[in-house]
C-alpha cells in the first residue's frame, strides 16, 4: 500500500519560495558581477549551489502531491524523508508497541523505548485511519501470536 502526499497549497507555496531564492542568487551573482567588474570563482561556486539546491527543492515542493510519502510492504513502513537523495526510512511494523495521535503527528511508540513520528498534514484523512487501521491489525495479529 502507498500513500501521497496530501495535496496542500503549502506545497506551492514552498515551492515558490524555492524558486524566488533561486533567481534571487543569480540576480545576485549578476549584480556582484556588475559592480565587481568579474566574478570571484568562490562566489560563482557558492551561487550556483545555492541555486541549484533551491531549483531541486522548488521542483519537489510543487511535485510533492504526486510522491509517495508512506508505503506498507512485506511488514515494513517506508517513510519518505522529503528529500531525494535520502533513503527512506525503514520501520518493521512487527517493531511497533503502540501509537498516539498527537496533532499533527503520529508517534509510534516502538521497541527498546523508541519512538518515530509522522506529520499526518501531510496525509489525508483517508491515509490516516488507513494506516491507524492497518497499525491496529498488525498489533492485534501480534497479541493473538503471543
Wanted: hydrophobic share 45%; glycine share 4%.
Amino acid at each position: 500500500m502507498s500513500y501521497k502526499y496530501a495535496n496542500h497549497k503549502a506545497w506551492v507555496k514552498w515551492g515558490r519560495s524555492s524558486f524566488i531564492t533561486a533567481i534571487f542568487s543569480i540576480i545576485w551573482l549578476t549584480v556582484d558581477a556588475l559592480l565587481q567588474g568579474e566574478i570571484h570563482p568562490v562566489i560563482l561556486v557558492i551561487t550556483m549551489i545555492v541555486f541549484l539546491f533551491a531549483l531541486i527543492q522548488g521542483m519537489q515542493y510543487i511535485n510533492m502531491d504526486q510522491k509517495d510519502y508512506i508505503r506498507i510492504e512485506d511488514g515494513v513502513m517506508l517513510i519518505n524523508r522529503g528529500f531525494p537523495i535520502l533513503p527512506r526510512k525503514k520501520l518493521p511494523l512487527s517493531s511497533i508497541e503502540r501509537y498516539i495521535e498527537y496533532y499533527p503527528l503520529l508517534i509510534f511508540k516502538l521497541k527498546h523505548d523508541r519512538e518515530l513520528q509522522i506529520n499526518i498534514d501531510w496525509l489525508t484523512e483517508e491515509a490516516v485511519e488507513d494506516i491507524k487501521h492497518h497499525i491496529d491489525k498488525t498489533l492485534d495479529d501480534s497479541k493473538t501470536k503471543v
